[in-house]
């Protein structure tokens, strides 16, 4: 196997050969006061020295600058690069000053005499990544106890398959690592030594090994005192007792400080031990999802279920925040889920001496028929349609267009209820809101909706007035005028005239004024005024802003053209 550098790869990823050669050539590169290498505004490497230069994206980065508590972000993603070495520690000094993160996943590193050699020449170096590298059990001859780096924060180790002993080795060189990852190494016991404790770390990934036995995890306890973050996926556990271990030791004296708990599956399959993870004192946060015990339940009775049934102290589940409502009302689902169950859990004596003996919710049928048989009429048009009440009324009204032979806009519908009208209980009812359901006006069989076309406005602008002409009223019934009477200025059609037209309200305003108001509808009855009762009136005083035409004699025309029609 040919080796390779991890300055060649850098070059191979960032630079050229040219570039290479210069910065060899240059032994100014080693000893130059100012840093060869550092960041824009951008987030991009830059250099000082005329013999390198590369640019590293800023999606490479692994972590926020925040997240970490550093002013920048510098990072170099150098996975898969068939690294077997560092390198001249002088030329990865010059030309890495300022990188803060490193990942070297998926290289043929062995020994940690590079690791070594890799801390000692970055010296910011705050994020190290060594997942899927080969190396060697034996770290005591290459990597002497005091020789000790202090500025290493995560440290990953994901599929390297070291024993314990050695990754205990290498915490005690790092004195202020506080996150190590150690998923994926088939890990089925936990071998520190007894005297073995880490103060620093805090957190803790060890998903998706092999552990079944929660004693084990409990050494972590012991060698981590300080832990707040704990991640457990995908091991064999089944419950978190503490039975084998001495009286003194529990969950809540070596656990006192753990915040976040997440347990993605997991083998439990009973409520005790859920009951369990009431022991960790300071627990706030935890994440428990696909395990047996709640398989056969939808993904609502899983919610509720286990809001209920964690310790009030928890304040967020899967993700969720929980509030106190939400915990009431979880709370006393759970209490009538668990009512008729032969087997009920401790905890649903607890919650019915809080809330006492509930009521069962009453069996209501909410299933709502998703098609129903109904008339549609418009003048003399009328048809029948098997429709969805599960659209809108905006779609409704959409799917009308073509029936009507005018935009949505310009008509109006209303729905009729058969049986409530049979009854006088009420009369049609109009759909307003678009974005209402038709489901909700609780649609039958053989109910009816009547389409009105509403009235077009034409401004016809003289010198010293405007007048609205409304050129069609449309098909109206009386159930739908409104009562509302603002002004004494009213039209009445003559007797005789066939029932199209129904009485409307006709709002007048003096030629001296500056508005204009519009017609509105009126309840039916006699309309009493002295203006409209004579051909003589030539509506000097005021101006019509309906469809009446400037004087009686343009109207009476067009009645009786309409009447010949």
Not at 10 to 16: A, K, Q, T
Not at 219 to 225: D, E
Not at 286 to 291: A, L, S
Not at 489 to 497: D, E, T, V, W
């Amino acid at each position: 196997m040919s080796e390779k550098t991890l300055m060649d790869a850098i070059y191979d990823r960032y630079g050229d050969d040219s570039d290479y050669q210069d910065l060899v050539s240059n032994s100014s590169c080693s000893s130059a006061s100012t840093s060869p290498v550092t960041a824009d505004s951008n987030n991009n490497l830059i250099t000082s020295l005329p013999c390198v230069s590369f640019y590293i994206p800023e999606t490479y980065s692994s972590r926020k600058a925040h997240n970490l508590n550093i002013r920048t972000s510098i990072s170099l993603v150098m996975s898969s690069m068939g690294i077997t070495h560092i390198g001249e520690v002088d030329e990865l000094e010059a030309v890495c000053k300022d990188v803060l993160e490193l990942d070297l996943s998926r290289n043929e590193l062995t020994n940690w005499t590079e690791i070594r050699k890799l801390l000692s020449s970055i010296k910011k170096l705050r994020f190290l990544n060594l997942s899927l590298n080969k190396f060697l059990n034996d770290i005591e001859y290459q990597w002497p106890l005091l020789e000790t780096y202090s500025t290493l924060n995560t440290l990953i180790l994901n599929s390297c398959f070291l024993d314990l002993e050695v990754v205990e080795s290498v915490l005690k060189r790092l004195p202020n690592l506080n996150e190590l990852h150690l998923s994926s190494n088939n890990y089925e016991r936990v071998t520190f030594s007894n005297n073995f404790v880490k103060d620093s770390i805090k957190i803790l990934y060890f998903s998706n090994n092999m552990l079944a036995d929660w004693c084990e995890v409990c050494k972590f306890g012991q060698a981590f005192p300080y832990l707040e973050n704990l991640v457990l996926s995908e091991n064999n556990l089944k419950n978190f007792r503490t039975d084998s271990m001495t009286d003194s030791v529990d969950n809540c004296s070596l656990f006192k400080n753990l915040k976040i708990l997440i347990l993605n599956k997991l083998k439990i399959n009973d409520w005790h031990a859920i009951d369990q993870l009431r022991e960790f004192p300071q627990l706030k946060h935890v994440r428990i999802q696909n395990i047996p015990l709640l398989e056969s339940l939808t993904d609502e009775q899983k919610y509720y279920v286990l809001v209920a049934h964690l310790d009030e102290s928890i304040d967020s589940l899967n993700g969720s925040k929980i509030s106190n409502d939400d915990k009431e009302n979880c709370e006393r689902k759970y209490i009538r889920f668990f009512m008729d169950s032969n087997f009920k859990p401790n905890r649903y004596y607890e919650l019915e001496s809080k809330h006492g003996k509930l009521d069962r919710l009453a069996d209501v049928n909410m299933d709502i028929s998703k098609r129903v048989y109904v008339k549609i009429k418009y003048n003399d048009k009328q048809i029948y349609e098997r429709i969805d009440v599960r659209q809108t009324v905006g779609e409704f009204k959409k799917y009308l267009e073509k029936f009507v032979g005018h935009p949505a806009s310009r008509f109006k519908v209303f729905y009729i209820d058969i049986e409530a009208c049979s009854m006088a209980v009420y009369g049609p009812e109009e759909l307003k809101h678009t974005n209402r359901c038709l489901y909700s006006f609780n649609i039958r069989d053989n109910d009816e909706f009547e389409i009105d076309l509403k009235p077009v406005q034409v401004l016809h602008s003289t010198a010293s007035e405007y007048q609205f002409q409304y050129r069609h009223l449309g098909h109206l019934h009386h159930h739908h005028y409104n009562s509302h009477i603002n002004n004494n200025s009213y039209f009445q059609l003559p007797n005789g005239r066939p029932n199209r037209f129904k009485n409307r309200k006709i709002q007048s305003e003096n030629s001296n004024s500056n508005g204009n108001n519009l017609m509105k509808r009126s309840k039916p009855g006699l309309i009493n005024s002295s203006k409209y009762k004579s051909k003589e009136n030539s509506l000097k005083d005021s101006v019509c802003t309906a469809s009446l035409p400037a004087d009686l004699s343009a109207f009476n025309s067009m009645r009786e053209n309409e009447e010949i029609n």
